[in-house]
Protein backbone atom coordinates (compact mmCIF):
# COMPACT_ATOMS: atom_id res chain seq x y z
CA UNK A 1 0.00 0.00 0.00
CA UNK A 2 2.81 2.32 0.69
CA UNK A 3 4.48 1.49 -2.44
CA UNK A 4 1.22 2.99 -4.29
CA UNK A 5 0.89 5.74 -2.06
CA UNK A 6 4.63 6.66 -2.89
CA UNK A 7 3.61 6.40 -6.82
CA UNK A 8 0.47 8.36 -6.93
CA UNK A 9 2.75 11.12 -5.03
CA UNK A 10 5.20 11.10 -7.61
CA UNK A 11 2.79 11.00 -10.48
CA UNK A 12 0.57 13.46 -8.70
CA UNK A 13 3.82 15.73 -8.27
CA UNK A 14 4.92 14.88 -12.45
CA UNK A 15 1.65 16.15 -13.57
CA UNK A 16 2.15 19.17 -11.36
CA UNK A 17 5.47 20.07 -12.59
CA UNK A 18 4.14 19.71 -15.89
CA UNK A 19 1.59 22.31 -15.39
CA UNK A 20 -1.81 19.07 -15.87
CA UNK A 21 -2.43 19.59 -12.30
CA UNK A 22 -4.08 23.13 -12.73
CA UNK A 23 -6.97 23.14 -15.83
CA UNK A 24 -6.59 26.79 -17.32
CA UNK A 25 -9.50 28.13 -19.92
CA UNK A 26 -8.60 30.81 -22.18
CA UNK A 27 -10.64 32.25 -25.36
CA UNK A 28 -9.34 34.10 -28.57
CA UNK A 29 -11.55 35.44 -30.62
CA UNK A 30 -10.72 34.98 -34.22
CA UNK A 31 -11.67 37.38 -37.50
CA UNK A 32 -11.94 35.59 -40.71
CA UNK A 33 -12.80 37.30 -43.74
CA UNK A 34 -14.24 35.66 -46.60
CA UNK A 35 -12.82 37.66 -49.87
CA UNK A 36 -13.73 36.04 -53.54
CA UNK A 37 -12.20 37.52 -55.83
CA UNK A 38 -15.08 37.28 -58.67
CA UNK A 39 -18.55 37.59 -58.21
CA UNK A 40 -19.35 35.41 -61.31
CA UNK A 41 -18.24 31.66 -61.82
CA UNK A 42 -18.95 30.47 -65.37
CA UNK A 43 -19.39 26.72 -66.78
CA UNK A 44 -18.96 27.05 -70.66
CA UNK A 45 -18.82 24.57 -73.35
CA UNK A 46 -16.34 26.68 -74.77
CA UNK A 47 -16.84 26.55 -78.87
CA UNK A 48 -13.54 25.82 -80.93
CA UNK A 49 -14.72 26.92 -84.02
CA UNK A 50 -13.16 24.88 -87.08
CA UNK A 51 -14.71 25.58 -90.12
CA UNK A 52 -13.84 24.85 -93.53
CA UNK A 53 -15.01 26.36 -96.43
CA UNK A 54 -15.43 24.74 -100.07
CA UNK A 55 -17.53 25.48 -102.96
CA UNK A 56 -20.22 24.30 -101.79
CA UNK A 57 -20.55 26.91 -98.65
CA UNK A 58 -19.62 29.30 -101.06
CA UNK A 59 -22.29 28.95 -103.19
CA UNK A 60 -25.31 28.36 -100.36
CA UNK A 61 -27.33 30.70 -98.36
CA UNK A 62 -25.64 33.27 -96.66
CA UNK A 63 -25.22 33.31 -93.03
CA UNK A 64 -24.90 29.64 -92.36
CA UNK A 65 -24.97 27.78 -88.92
CA UNK A 66 -21.53 26.26 -88.03
CA UNK A 67 -22.61 25.21 -84.32
CA UNK A 68 -23.77 25.64 -81.08
CA UNK A 69 -22.63 27.17 -77.79
CA UNK A 70 -23.95 26.87 -74.02
CA UNK A 71 -22.77 28.52 -70.65
CA UNK A 72 -23.89 28.06 -67.28
CA UNK A 73 -23.71 30.74 -64.93
CA UNK A 74 -23.60 30.39 -61.31
CA UNK A 75 -23.89 34.58 -60.19
CA UNK A 76 -23.80 36.04 -56.47
CA UNK A 77 -24.46 39.47 -58.14
CA UNK A 78 -26.18 40.66 -61.27
CA UNK A 79 -24.44 40.21 -64.37
CA UNK A 80 -24.46 40.63 -67.69
CA UNK A 81 -22.96 38.46 -70.43
CA UNK A 82 -20.60 38.56 -73.35
CA UNK A 83 -19.10 36.94 -75.89
CA UNK A 84 -16.19 37.43 -78.70
CA UNK A 85 -14.20 35.74 -81.19
CA UNK A 86 -10.40 35.35 -81.46
CA UNK A 87 -8.43 34.19 -84.62
CA UNK A 88 -6.32 31.12 -84.21
CA UNK A 89 -5.21 30.73 -87.51
CA UNK A 90 -6.80 30.51 -91.30
CA UNK A 91 -5.58 30.72 -94.87
CA UNK A 92 -8.36 33.03 -96.01
CA UNK A 93 -7.53 36.86 -97.40
CA UNK A 94 -10.21 38.94 -94.77
CA UNK A 95 -11.48 36.40 -92.45
CA UNK A 96 -12.16 37.79 -89.14
CA UNK A 97 -14.35 38.15 -86.60
CA UNK A 98 -16.66 40.66 -87.75
CA UNK A 99 -18.32 37.76 -90.23
CA UNK A 100 -19.16 35.76 -87.34
CA UNK A 101 -22.51 36.18 -85.57
CA UNK A 102 -24.71 34.29 -83.21
CA UNK A 103 -27.59 34.46 -80.83
CA UNK A 104 -29.12 33.48 -77.49
CA UNK A 105 -31.58 31.11 -78.39
CA UNK A 106 -32.23 29.85 -74.51
CA UNK A 107 -32.42 31.18 -71.23
CA UNK A 108 -33.42 30.10 -67.81
CA UNK A 109 -33.01 30.46 -64.01
CA UNK A 110 -33.08 34.10 -63.95
CA UNK A 111 -30.91 34.77 -66.83
CA UNK A 112 -32.54 36.64 -70.19
CA UNK A 113 -31.49 36.37 -73.21
CA UNK A 114 -30.32 39.93 -75.67
CA UNK A 115 -30.91 39.94 -78.89
CA UNK A 116 -27.68 40.92 -80.72
CA UNK A 117 -25.44 38.54 -82.62
CA UNK A 118 -22.15 40.38 -83.24
CA UNK A 119 -19.16 38.64 -82.05
CA UNK A 120 -16.89 41.48 -83.03
CA UNK A 121 -18.81 44.88 -81.82
CA UNK A 122 -17.77 46.84 -78.69
CA UNK A 123 -20.57 46.36 -76.47
CA UNK A 124 -23.19 46.41 -75.92
CA UNK A 125 -23.14 44.70 -79.78
CA UNK A 126 -21.29 41.35 -78.70
CA UNK A 127 -24.15 41.29 -75.35
CA UNK A 128 -25.44 37.21 -75.21
CA UNK A 129 -28.13 38.12 -72.40
CA UNK A 130 -28.19 39.03 -68.41
CA UNK A 131 -28.73 37.59 -65.60
CA UNK A 132 -29.32 37.99 -61.18
CA UNK A 133 -27.82 35.94 -58.58
CA UNK A 134 -28.39 32.26 -59.37
CA UNK A 135 -26.54 31.37 -55.47
CA UNK A 136 -28.29 28.28 -54.36
CA UNK A 137 -29.61 27.36 -58.22
CA UNK A 138 -28.24 25.26 -60.72
CA UNK A 139 -27.11 28.48 -62.34
CA UNK A 140 -28.60 30.15 -65.70
CA UNK A 141 -28.19 28.19 -68.77
CA UNK A 142 -27.85 29.96 -72.10
CA UNK A 143 -27.92 28.43 -75.61
CA UNK A 144 -27.16 29.45 -79.18
CA UNK A 145 -26.35 28.92 -82.09
CA UNK A 146 -23.01 30.21 -84.35
CA UNK A 147 -23.29 31.59 -88.04
CA UNK A 148 -21.04 32.44 -90.61
CA UNK A 149 -21.16 35.12 -93.48
CA UNK A 150 -18.60 34.69 -96.11
CA UNK A 151 -19.88 36.90 -98.84
CA UNK A 152 -16.94 39.44 -98.08
CA UNK A 153 -14.55 36.45 -97.72
CA UNK A 154 -11.78 36.11 -101.02
CA UNK A 155 -12.19 32.43 -101.01
CA UNK A 156 -9.58 32.04 -104.53
CA UNK A 157 -7.76 29.45 -103.15
CA UNK A 158 -10.22 26.07 -101.93
CA UNK A 159 -11.08 24.85 -99.61
CA UNK A 160 -10.26 27.37 -97.08
CA UNK A 161 -9.93 27.19 -93.38
CA UNK A 162 -10.67 29.13 -89.95
CA UNK A 163 -9.80 28.34 -86.85
CA UNK A 164 -11.20 30.50 -83.40
CA UNK A 165 -12.12 30.28 -80.37
CA UNK A 166 -15.27 31.98 -78.43
CA UNK A 167 -14.78 33.66 -75.50
CA UNK A 168 -17.23 34.54 -72.38
CA UNK A 169 -17.15 36.81 -70.27
CA UNK A 170 -19.33 38.34 -67.52
CA UNK A 171 -19.02 41.75 -65.72
CA UNK A 172 -20.70 42.62 -62.77
CA UNK A 173 -23.65 45.11 -62.98
CA UNK A 174 -24.81 45.64 -59.31
CA UNK A 175 -26.16 49.17 -58.66
Known amino acids: MKKRAKAAGAMALVIALLGWGSLAQTSQ ?3 VTLVIPQPLFI ?6 ITAEITLR ?11 DWHVNIDALTPYRLNSSIVTIDTNIFDAGPEDFLTDCDFADDFGECTDRT ?25 MGE ?12 LPGFYIGVILFTTTDITP
Not at 43 to 48: D, E, L, N, R, T
Open 43 to 48: AAVIPS
Open 118 to 142: SLSEPDPQNRRGSGQNTAGLDGADF
Open 29 to 31: NVR
Open 57 to 67: EVEGPQPFKIG
Open 146 to 157: IFLDIRSWDVSK
